[in-house]
């Protein structure tokens, strides 16, 4: 068991901030919001940083059973990204079940759940629990998530990664909990459990004291202004998110970039080709990881309700799916958009580790990168 003081402290002393790009219309609390003093008192916090929502409390139900009653996907969508759900998560650490494609698979674990920007091609949304549930979500019953982690943690031999923002944006919320303010003290007195955080965030402020021993791992997930303007609302915008990066690695996080999902509007070779210098140039990176669309119908489907059906997205896709149940662009076109973004990393820095992400055998195969399988963005 971990000890609980921290979170103590920190329930007793944390003041939440509103979060920007987040303005609730109402927040729901759920079961098992009130279980413990300290949970409590941030369910009160966090409320009293939103006066204009409507608080509603549902506590004879699970987080994820409530119904936010509107038969259109798209109002039901945006209707989930303006409401808050606060609840506790039995089963928040897990272990991930990807097959088909060679991603490894991996430790995660959700003290959040979905989050409150408005990416077009969000992949996410599409994800059963999103689909029937989506709404903003924050799990109060951290400490528990921990202590299920250190169990783990407690059998390693090995360095091995926990890695949140699978299923959430690991920071959007952060100056709301200050639980980075847990969860990195607790990797870093870690032997061998590390921390890989995913983010388009750029709340940091949190994290910059922290004595994080090297112990966790940032990684931004990007793309150029040009494509972030097009097809990320309501998101920070690249530049700052560059400026985040930079002030997370002053204080030493390793920081690693996500390129994806890269989309070939008009001019990519060139708009990608700039942007990759541009990042290049402005952070010392410990590993880049390119990815392009792998989504599941669903998704896709709410991504044409906001972009139309005719859009630099759906007109590139697989007609079939692949073996994963996932669509993806046409292999060829996959195979091109890599190697031009490769060969400029290689040309500027020769030396830094590429993944792929979620990709299939016969791109790495065509790359020539068969060694680089299992360099992925969510493991060490
Ligand atoms: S940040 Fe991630 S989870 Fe949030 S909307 Fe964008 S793609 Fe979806």
Redesign the pocket.
């Known amino acids: 068991m971990i000890s609980l003081s921290l979170f103590e402290n920190l329930g007793s002393g944390y003041q939440p901030v509103p979060v920007p790009n987040f303005d609730p219309d109402r927040i729901i609390i759920t079961r098992g919001s009130y279980k413990t003093p300290q949970q409590r008192y941030l369910v009160e916090a966090i409320c009293s940083v939103y006066p204009q929502a409507e608080i509603i409390e549902q506590l004879d139900r699970p987080h994820n059973r409530i119904q936010l009653d509107n038969p259109d996907p798209l109002k039901l969508h945006y209707t989930g990204k303006k409401t808050l759900v606060l609840g506790i998560h039995k089963s928040a650490l897990r272990y991930s079940d990807e097959a088909g494609n060679m991603c490894p698979n991996y430790w995660h674990f959700s003290p959040y759940g979905?989050?409150p920007?408005?990416?077009q091609y969000?992949y996410?949304?599409g994800t059963p629990g999103v689909k029937y549930s989506p709404t903003v979500k924050i799990f109060l019953n951290l400490p528990e998530i921990l202590n299920q982690i250190g169990r783990v943690a407690s059998q390693l031999t090995i360095p091995t990664a926990f890695y949140l923002g699978k299923l959430?944006?690991a920071l959007a919320l952060d100056p709301l909990t200050g639980y980075s303010r847990l969860i990195i003290p607790f990797f870093a007195g870690q032997r061998y459990a590390r921390l890989i955080l995913l983010t388009?965030s750029v709340n940091v402020e949190n994290l910059l004291d922290i004595d994080h021993k090297q112990h966790t791992n940032l990684s931004w997930s990007l793309n150029p202004p040009e494509v972030s303007s097009a097809f990320e609302r309501n998101?920070p915008s690249p530049d700052e998110r560059i400026a985040a990066m930079q002030k997370s690695n002053k204080v030493g996080y390793p920081v690693r970039a996500v390129i994806m999902p890269i989309v070939p509007v008009e001019g990519w070779k060139k708009i990608y080709s700039n942007f990759i210098e541009n990042l290049l140039m402005s952070v010392p990176l410990e590993r880049i990881t390119l990815g392009q669309i792998c989504s599941y119908s669903a998704a896709l489907k709410l991504t044409e309700r906001k972009l139309g059906k005719n859009n630099p997205i759906s007109n590139r896709l697989e007609k079939v799916k692949s073996n994963d149940g996932r669509v993806r662009f046409l292999l060829k076109l996959r195979i091109d958009i890599y190697r031009s973004l490769i060969d400029k990393i290689k040309k500027l820095k020769p030396k830094l580790p590429i993944g792929l992400c979620m990709e299939e055998y016969q791109v790495f195969k065509a790359l020539n990168m068969e060694s680089a399988i299992g360099c992925c963005n969510c493991v060490l």
Request: with cysteine.
């Open positions: 979905f989050c920007y408005d990416c969000c996410l949304a959430q944006d388009k998101v």
